[in-house]
């Protein structure tokens, strides 16, 4: 086949990493490429790169047999190159279709041709099975949906090189299907896709082949129908890995949070948790599994004292912490993974070393008898804790929105973690982070359960629910619709729950076909 | 009771309401969009400052005070071309760039008007722009009344509002516009030139704010006095945020603060104190930014410069 994309010896050099050390990677007409690699191994800087929004430092890249310099972004389109961020690049208060043409707008004169416009985004997206409003406002979309007008934008540009950087951390495993579907039409069609991913499973599901950075190097590249689970994880982080957490039974001791008929609302006054009752005892890990949006977010924000609940109450080791500040509900012995890192997780701007002390920044070992920041007790403490959650690079005083995401998912991780807190509640706790750190989030997780703290977990993996829990919750429209011992959960059962099954129909055997009318 | 009445629904204080609304009309455009492209505005002041100086001085030099719009506009202009020059090139922080900008103004004017006239306070009377007469405006009964008989910058203020609302809604520079002051990361990667996009929203901000200055002394008055904007840009800015960054939204603000100001006078007979009116503006911005009116939420990427990669 032909070689539509080679790219020879690139490099580049940020302030303190080689993010890409003459890197060769190359691109069959028609083909999916999938690119794994850990956190920070430069799979973005390299594709960043082949956009033109990164200037390499050395080597060469050639687009259908033509040496090409990539500039700037506009280059790329020229070339027919189109890539779907990691972090959504769509303008929110803009409907589908203006995000769609900006940039390369259907006009009359100096005036947008609304009408060819959203004409064009109907014809395209019928075309290739996306299904989009053209007039919803992109605020209003999900996710989901919100990646499809991200595709749509490169194919309305006439992509035929389309890259995706991550394009399913965020997204619930249906719409993961519904994504690796829409890859397998687009390559029937004929368009080259670049797919990075942390998800091994995603990688033998929809590749031909597959390129594993490591630190900034290309390791190797293997026919996707050559290679398993167990080799690429091991490409990846360079040692073996345990793909299946290792775990004893758990001995659950004393009720440490307890939910007596908690309601919450959202800020329109919708109700997003309804009358839940729960109980999570020390010494065990509660698993939450649901679709995302069905009241997972707003019950744990309730319970972190980070949003009013509207009715009944919440017990923290016997103490009732209803209405607490998030502050004092941490004291009583609470730590938090929140979902979403950037917003609740990190102050961006902030070193690791002052993220890792968020919350304690104000107690004893960090703050002189003066009143003063001690800069050498916080120094200390980061530097401890970064080489014990092996945060990279392993630099205390470099603001953490440098890092890569998976590394910044440690920052939270060790952070909360440190604390030995009584109740440990992780949201998401592996989004976006490569499969070394999630082995690696994994077992501190066990560690602290084992320590004596009582773990909710809330995962839109399944898998991650079923590996890590003692007990299972399934969460459906605001409610916890069923708590079973692991022993009785299972993918399907779950997933029949979660989407809005009943106990006693699954019990009675009618598995089959009604269960997905969502 | 109905003595007061009468004096709130009266077309002689509606039409005072368009011609005191003229000037925050032309500024609260500039600022939208300035703000729009994602550059925050506070300059807006000293640039309808300097652009009522100009007004005067071309039209005391050439005695034609269109020739004084178009200077003022100009001059507006190269303000703006500072103020994009420093916010988008050299990252400097918008809201200090800004107010550097209004202490500027207000001493250049002052150093000017002594150079060019070796006075202080007020320059000599200039020729102004004559009142006309809408002939279609003035068939329709009370219209005609408010709006029949007006300064030509009058209309121009109202036909600059739907020009601008086509811009920003209808045109793909517009599209551009709106896309850059609130996700220019976004923007740039599909090829739109952000510091461009911004350099020129910037400059026109400032003709437009240098428009606005012209009605204050060459149509409303017919001489520049020191200082003679008095907060009218900060008023502008309030209505930009008022009407929530839209051209309409702001047209209301400024008419609704254009009639507050026109009904100063006549409140003040009945007791009521001319500061109180004077303070609504800026009461009324603090009720819009609390959200008592609905969010009143700015272009995302308003105040922040734009790095590349
Ligand atoms: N703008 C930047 N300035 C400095 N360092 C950077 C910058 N962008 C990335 N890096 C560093 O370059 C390295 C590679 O980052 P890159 O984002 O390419 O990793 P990645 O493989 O995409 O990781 P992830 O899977 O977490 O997204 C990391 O060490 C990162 O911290
Ligand atoms: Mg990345």
Redo the contacts with the bound molecule.
Sequence with gaps: MAKVLEMRGITKQ????L?NDHVYFDLEHGEIHALV??????????M?ILYGLYQKDAGEIIVRGQHVEITEPRRAIDLRIGMVF?HFMLVEPLTVAENIVLGSEIRKGPFLDYKKMIAEVRRLSEEYGLQIDPEAKIADLSVGLQQRVEILKALYRGAEILIL??PTAVLTPQEVDDLIQVLRNLKAKGTSIVF?T?KIKEVLAVSDRVSV?RR?RKIGTKLTSDTNEQELAEMMVGRVVLLQVEKGSAQPGPEVLRLEGVSVKDQFGQVKVNNVNLSVRSGEVLGIAGVEGNGQSELVEAIAGLRRVSGGKIYLSGQDITGWSPLRIRRAGFGFVPEDRHRRGLVLDYSVADNLILGIHGSKPFVTSAGLRNQGKIGEYAEELIAEYDV??PVANQAVR??????QQKVVVAREFAQNPDLLICSQPTR?V?VGAIEFIHKQVIAQRDRGAAVLLVSAELDEVLSLSDRVAVMYNGEIVSVMPIEEATEHKLGFLMLGGRLEDYQAGEVSGSAGQS | MGDILAMLFNTTVFAAAFRMATPLIFAALGGILSERSGVVNIALEGMMLIGSFTAMLVTYLTGMPWVGVLGAMAAGGLIGLIHAVFCVRYRANQVVTGTAINIFAGGLTVFLLRHFFQVAGTSPAVTVIPDITLPILSKIPWIDRILGRQNPLVYLALVAVAVVHVVIYRTTWGLRLRAVGEHPQAADTVGVNVFRMRYIAVVLSGALAGLGGTYLSIAHLSRFSEGMTAGRGFIALAAVIFGKWTPLGALGACLFFGYGDALQMRLQDIGIPTQFMNMLPYVLTMVALAGFIGRAVGPKAAGEPYIK?
Excluded: C, Y
């Design positions: 940020f302030p303190r990493v993010a690699g850990e956190n920070g191994s430069g799979k973005s800087t390299l960043s990691q950087d991550e990075i942390h950075l900034g990279r690079p440098n890092l890569s995401g998976g590394n976006g490569d | 990669g």
